[in-house]
């Protein structure tokens, strides 16, 4: 018998302490997760002219699903510790839901991705097109230029038709063009008679290629994070139910070794009281039913029950 409880007790601590780890594992997970969705946003953020808004979701989808995921974690841990199969069992519901937003996070970045160069095609040219307009499209160009390296779209040329110094420049010559200083990689330190400053040579690559770069990667690893934290969280649902299904099984054969020691001994604990049952074999009376007069009861009838009683 002592040697059996002593096995219930050990699966019940190697039952408690694997959901601890689990959820110490899903919490470290989960601000990975908060870290990869915040850089993430950050950058469509500083990139925001040239990004569609629906593209900031997937990010901020990842950043809830950490604090959504530390928050289960939390109440895991918490059931581990008090060895409730209730709580264990909600942790894995939890987990599962976790499960779900994280399946729709990665579908909505692979979605997103394949959207990205015709995205990018759009917004660039557009901008290129209100440079000289807008105050802040200027700013912005001007951030992605000179912050990449790049000039242009695809390359320094498209400034030909949309800067307005290329049109009115009637002294280019054919292969010359007009690019904002922004574009510049090396600049001329003294002004001309102008008062200008020259650009001696302009970045080579237009910046569509570093865009897209940035901005594919970005979903892929949203993406590719979410898939993969998704189905190591599945293996945790399944963990978390078997582990409750442990916790419930150890606690019923305890709680059935417990009563059967009772029954065997004859007592019943109610209430911090001890005493015997009625009818109980032990105490070798029966109570006979009352003939249901008020007041009246019928005398108890002595029935031995045990071969010891003589």
Not at 165 to 178: F, I, P, R, T
Request: contains cysteine; glycine residues 8%; negative net charge.
């Amino acid at each position: 018998m002592a040697n059996r409880e002593l096995e219930l007790n050990s699966g019940m601590r190697c039952a408690k302490y694997m959901l601890l780890i689990v959820s110490f594992m899903f919490a470290l997970t989960a601000i990975l997760l908060i870290m990869v969705g915040t850089t993430i946003q950050t950058i469509f953020g500083d990139f925001s002219l040239f990004i569609d808004g629906h593209f900031s979701s997937p990010p901020a989808l990842l950043i809830a699903i950490g604090f959504i995921l530390i928050a289960v974690a939390t109440l895991g841990a918490y059931g581990a510790i008090k060895e409730s199969v209730m709580l264990i069992n909600l942790y894995g519901v939890a987990l599962f839901l976790v499960f779900i937003l994280e399946v729709a996070a990665a579908i909505a970045a692979f979605v997103m991705q394949s959207q990205v160069r015709e995205m990018l095609m759009r917004t660039m040219t557009n901008a290129l097109s209100d440079y000289e307009s807008d105050t802040n499209v200027e700013a912005a160009v001007d951030f992605m230029q000179t912050g990449l390296g790049c000039c242009g779209v695809v390359e320094p040329d498209d400034w030909r038709e949309y800067y307005s110094y290329n049109k009115n420049g009637s002294h280019l010559e054919a292969d010359d063009v007009v690019v904002p200083l922004s574009c510049c990689a090396d600049l001329d330190k003294t002004p001309n008679d102008n008062n200008d400053y020259n650009c001696l040579e302009p970045y080579e690559y237009g910046c569509f290629r570093k865009m897209n770069f940035i901005i594919s990667q970005s979903a892929m690893l949203i993406a590719t994070g979410a898939t993969t934290v998704a189905f190591v969280q599945l293996l945790g649902v399944l963990c978390a139910f078997m582990l409750a299904k442990t916790l419930r099984r150890n606690k019923s054969i305890r709680e059935a070794r417990r009563w059967q020691l009772q029954q065997s001994l004859g007592v019943l604990i109610s209430g911090g009281k001890v005493g015997l049952p009625v009818n109980s074999a032990m105490s070798g009376y029966q109570q006979l039913e009352s003939n249901g007069e008020v007041g009246t009861h019928e005398p108890y009838t002595y029935t031995p029950q045990s071969p010891s009683v003589n």
